[in-house]
C-alpha cells in the first residue's frame, strides 16, 4: 500500500520532525559528554588588579541590566 499525496506530506513532515529532534539530542549528548570531561588547570601568573577590576566592570554591568547599583572599593 502506498500513501496517497496527503498522507505523503504528512510522512515528510513527520520524518524532518524526527530529524531535527534527533539533531537536538546529538548536540545535547555532545554537550553532555564535554560537560563530564575533566577540566585542564594549570597554575600561571595572574595580574590580579586587572581581572578583579574585569569583573568589576562586568558586575556593574549585570547590575545595570537589573536596575541595581554596584560600588567596588580599591
Not at 27 to 46: F, H, M, R, S
Not at 52 to 70: F, G, K, P, R, T
Request: charged fraction near 20%; aromatic fraction near 4%.
Amino acid at each position: 500500500m502506498r500513501a496517497d499525496s496527503k498522507q505523503s506530506t504528512l510522512i515528510h513532515a513527520i520524518e524532518r520532525s524526527v530529524n531535527y529532534q534527533l539533531g537536538l539530542i546529538d548536540e545535547l549528548i555532545g554537550y553532555a559528554k564535554a560537560e563530564l570531561q575533566p577540566l585542564d588547570i594549570a597554575p600561571t601568573e595572574t595580574d590580579l588588579p586587572a581581572l578583579l577590576d574585569d569583573i568589576a566592570e562586568y558586575a556593574v554591568a549585570l547590575c545595570a541590566q537589573l536596575n541595581n547599583s554596584s560600588t567596588i572599593r580599591h
